[in-house]
């Protein structure tokens, strides 16, 4: 039950890289915010993790006990003060106090996972499976919890949460490390950092896609992003014996990158052409987090510090995919928005609606446009033509309109997706430095 | 062999998925791109004067737009409003008032092959002619859908 309670401490903590992805909108409407300002509450979490996570290893190390008691604290002290935050400037520096949280329960978590499995080895699983499996549901919870109840209760349904996560220390002593840490796996922590960095389109991108993009609701993209993580944890369960533990890596990154690219080259708008790609990615995930972090872990002195530099490399490659991906996306939106437009345009022209009625469905598809560009939306073809008649010449415009703004939206991800796969393909490098064979 | 067998497998998966996706036309499902307007349109039989006032507004569109060099629905959209045709002449680096002339130019044009060809009754194409030549560019599409409307078809 603890290492349970354990593992749903790392999966909240680690969820938190992702959780905002949807709110975004909603944080930009509430304050007075240029929407490029407002990713930084999604990457100032992630910076901080990064930073942090082996300064806070290194105390887990000592007192995992108090420092996972002490994250928790600190992790629902923060993300109360996100839930309320009067201010942008406080909420992304309250979202930077939760990552030092969420660091403190990460790194802890896994000592004292080790104490109650009786094996570090399979106290790596549930951390790795945990930490998976929270990023991966992350940003279609927080897309469920805004649509319900506003991004506000993101943070603020983590606080309960948080804190009834500190039974899970009740009568765990904890082991204090002795022994000096050793120096981190540089091959395997930099294949970390650019397979997360890919990753970020998977995770982030894929949901935005089918919720802002092909307006989704949060609960069913939420349920369709599933199948990456349940692809995952199978894939990680059921590998083959034979396969080596760098043959597994270099194969789930081939998946990785192949999944992203197959994301890249969706012949439709619609969630069913995301479940290939999504099987090639979650498996492509399992084999390597898992992979990578158990060959950056596995016969190190001293796991929680080890276990620090694999969420460091983790979170600064989430930032590094955050600041490579959003320019190419904003970019591809703003260029295939003119795009759009002027195949709209001809939809319009073309169309067999009353010619008297083009100028003025013209106007209100230009109005949208400019509504949804105002507030960091995507066009809603239904609200510009929600009062024009149901026949079928104002249907076929409908259909017409929402197919070029599919193809702008599908295409405008594909640049993303492609750089996304290429950043998972430079993880090749380092993972043929990885010749150290392990048991 | 046996060391790169699982790498080819996994190749193998991606191809799988890959492949049958660019057969489905992955990589091209993006905005149609305009039709370029100096290259003639087939389009339906006009019904009615409405009708028919729009086909000639859309040809006249193409003619100006081909002699520009931009697309038809680039020159529509900057006849919506003047800030917008004062935001096309910019970008475009043409002299606003030359622009205004050669849309009006078009019009006309399309007014007199559309008269030539009979299409229009006898005591409305002067009328669309006064309309195209006085009224200022940005006004025009809409003042030729409204005497669309306005006149017995």
Redesign the interface.
Known sequence: MRARLLGVAVGLALADSSIVTLALPDVLGQFDVAITSVAWVLTSFNLVLAVVAVPAAYVSRRRPRESFALGVVVFAAASLACGLAPSFDVLVGARCVQAVGAALIVTAALDLLAQLEGSDERALRIWVAAGVLGAALGPAAGGILTQLLGWESIFLAQVPLALVLLLAVRGVTGRAARTPAGRPSIPANAALLLVAGGLVAALFLVVLLLVDGWGMSPAAAGLVVTVMPLVAIAVSRLR?AG?GPV??I??GV??L???L??L??????GWG?TI??QV?VG?GLGLTVAGLTEYALRDRPDQVVHGGWTIAARHAGVVLGLVLLAPVLTTALDE?RD?????G??VV?DSEI???D??GV??DV?AEVDRANEIGELPDVERALEERPEDDGWRALRDGLQE?LD??V??AF?GPFLLAAALTLCALLPVGLMRRPVA | MR?VA??L???G??AA??VP??A????????????DPCEARVRPDAEGL??T??AIA?AGVDGVACELGV????L??AL?SEEALDEFSDEQGLDREELEQAITDGLVRAVDDADERGSLPGFVAPLVRRAAESVPPWLI??TL??L??LLPG
């Not at chain 1, 890249?264 to 708008?269: C, G, K, N, S």
């Not at chain 2, 489905?24 to 039709?35: I, N, S, Y």
């Open positions: 083959p396969l043959q597994g270099a194969c081939v998946l990158a192949g999944g690219t197959a890249a080259l969706m012949p439709r708008a052409w290939a790609p090639l498996a295939n795009e759009a437009i002027r195949a345009a001809a022209l009353p010619p008297l083009k100028l013209a106007q230009l070029q193809r702008a599908t295409s594909s | 060391r699982p790498l497998v996994s190749l998966l991606v998925v890959v996706y660019l489905l036309g992955g990589g091209r499902f993006e905005p149609t791109p305009v039709a409405a009708e006032l729009e859309l697309s038809r629905e680039e529509v959209l919506r599409l809409e859908e409204r669309g409307g």
